[in-house]
């Protein structure tokens, strides 16, 4: 049997560890793995962080955007990742989410379907289930407030009219955009989408508030209610 021992990060030159490299050169000079590995911390008896972090991009095929879908169970399974390492990468995904998300909120107004979808694109990032929620506006079309309307499956959830204008009321708003998200890509409106559209834009009709539009949305692309002649 070979009494062979891994070598430890903390062997490495200097320039070569993760921590030490970022001090030394910037956080760009970091690769994904090393990046990881810094969250993640200690390896095992085999392998190094670094190691594990490159056996855990090999699972998202090296793609942060799979990445961030992953749930608690699949960081898990990867040799190395206990439930404390694999919160801590989810959290640092969250938080560049929402650092995205924050940046979208610089938007002065909602003047086409494009930039809310930008806009509701960073809420519905790598949700695998369904949401819904709405946005209600000025009457120069800037933003007042957003919502989380309902959280479903993956294959529905439930949009109450009734939630979306008390709020509106609440906002002084004098229009709203909602905005559902479909994880499985099809964006094509179901009836029941068109249906609850149709009732939303009667009842906020008569309360003066417009319904600009409904999107749907997946991770690439949208539907637009409004661009679509629905509304």
């Known amino acids: 049997m070979s009494n062979t021992k891994k070598t430890t990060i903390k062997q490495w030159a200097e320039d070569d560890r993760p921590r030490e490299k970022l001090v030394k050169k910037g956080i760009r000079a970091l690769s994904n793995a090393e990046l990881l590995a810094i969250l993640i911390r200690t390896g095992t008896k085999s392998q190094t962080a670094i190691d594990v ?57 909602f003047t086409s379907s494009k930039e809310a979808y930008m ?32 959280s479903g499956g993956q294959t529905a959830t439930v949009i109450d009219v009734r939630l979306i204008l008390k709020q509106a009321l609440y906002d002084d ?16 409106p179901s009836k029941q989408d068109i249906d609850i559209t149709n009732k939303l834009k009667e009842a906020s009709r008569q309360l003066d508030i417009a319904l600009l539009d409904h999107l749907i949305i997946s991770q690439h692309e949208y539907f637009s209610f409004a661009d679509n002649g629905i509304l």
Request: proline residues 2%; aromatic residues 10%.
């Open 53 to 109: 972090a490159r056996n855990l991009l090999k699972e998202a095929n090296d793609n942060l955007n799979i990445l961030a879908t992953f749930n608690l169970q699949k960081y898990k399974k990867i040799n190395g990742l206990g439930t404390t390492k694999a919160v801590t990468i989810m959290a640092a995904l969250e938080l560049g989410n929402r650092r995205i998300f924050e940046q979208k909120l610089e938007l002065p107004n």
């Open 119 to 150: 806009f509701f694109r960073s809420i519905f990032a790598d949700n695998l289930k369904e949401e819904a929620w709405f946005v209600t506006l000025n009457q120069a079309n800037k933003l007042k407030g957003y919502y989380n309307l309902s």
């Open 173 to 188: 708003a004098t229009s709203i955009i909602l905005a559902h998200n479909h994880p499985s890509g099809n964006i094509k």
